[in-house]
């Protein structure tokens, strides 16, 4: 079974710029989260996404959205980009949103913002 | 708020010998879900191994165990044998079922180094 695939790998963008990053989740899986790894502030959460639904959101500002789509794949889109928005974006699926489910994660996309 | 806290932020081991990477965790509820997650330079997370807060025994997978003390919320890995591919960093998360749904707590990290 193929697992997490996120699109693109590496990113480039300037300040001021929008982005958006998609993942595509294990098939069978529902649930798609997203998570920020940058060196200062580590493994943040942003949000998850269930049949289509965001159902839990972390600390980030509103410049940062997703969307999840039927097929349970999903997007996440930042606007206005910051230089702070460099970071490695993690997207992990999971069959259901219940707690004991593992979530496997994708390669990430790396973003880097001038 | 839960926090996940890992004490060591490098280790290093010989090949073929046993390392331990420490995992504290700070929560008040009785029932969650520890993990140890690998992440290696291709920087894809992996997962290692898990354990539920309910079970007693602690679980193993290959050459990786974990010390599971419920009541020292302390959640260690055992990696034995190790293997110059076992170099990576290491993470500690928490999750709880229930109203969190996805999310899963971090801890800092461990990166460890393996000597052939």
């Known amino acids: 079974k193929a697992g997490v695939t996120q699109t693109p790998r590496y990113l480039i963008k300037t300040r001021g710029q929008q982005v958006t990053l998609s993942c595509s989740p294990i098939?069978?899986?529902?649930?798609v989260s997203w998570y920020q790894q940058t060196p200062g502030q580590g493994l943040q959460f942003l949000f998850e996404?269930?049949?289509?639904?965001?159902?839990n959101k972390g600390n980030f500002p509103g410049r940062f959205s997703g969307r999840q789509f039927s097929n349970s794949r999903s997007e996440m889109n930042v606007s206005t980009l910051e230089l702070g928005d460099s970071a490695l974006y993690l997207c992990?699926?999971?069959?259901?949103?219940?707690?004991?489910?593992?979530?496997?994660f994708g390669p990430g996309t790396r973003l880097l913002v001038l | 708020a839960q926090t996940v806290t890992q004490s060591q932020p490098e280790m290093s081991v010989q090949e073929a010998e046993t390392v331990t990477l420490s995992c504290t965790y700070d929560t008040s509820e009785s029932d969650y879900y520890l993990f140890w997650y690998k992440q290696p330079p291709s920087r894809q997370m992996i997962l290692v191994i898990r354990?539920?807060?309910?079970?007693?025994q602690n679980a193993t997978e290959n050459r990786f165990s974990v010390n599971f003390q419920k009541a020292a919320k302390s959640f260690s890995l055992k990696i034995s044998d190790s293997q110059l591919g076992d170099a990576a960093m290491y993470f500690c998360a928490y999750r709880i079922p229930g109203t969190s749904y996805g999310k899963l707590t971090f801890g800092q990290g461990t990166i460890l180094t393996v000597h052939p």
């Open positions: 992990a699926s999971s069959l259901s949103l219940a707690g004991e489910e593992t979530q496997y």
């Open positions: 996404y269930f049949s289509e639904t965001q159902r």
């Open positions: 098939s069978g899986h529902r649930s």
């Open positions: 354990q539920e807060a309910y079970k007693q």
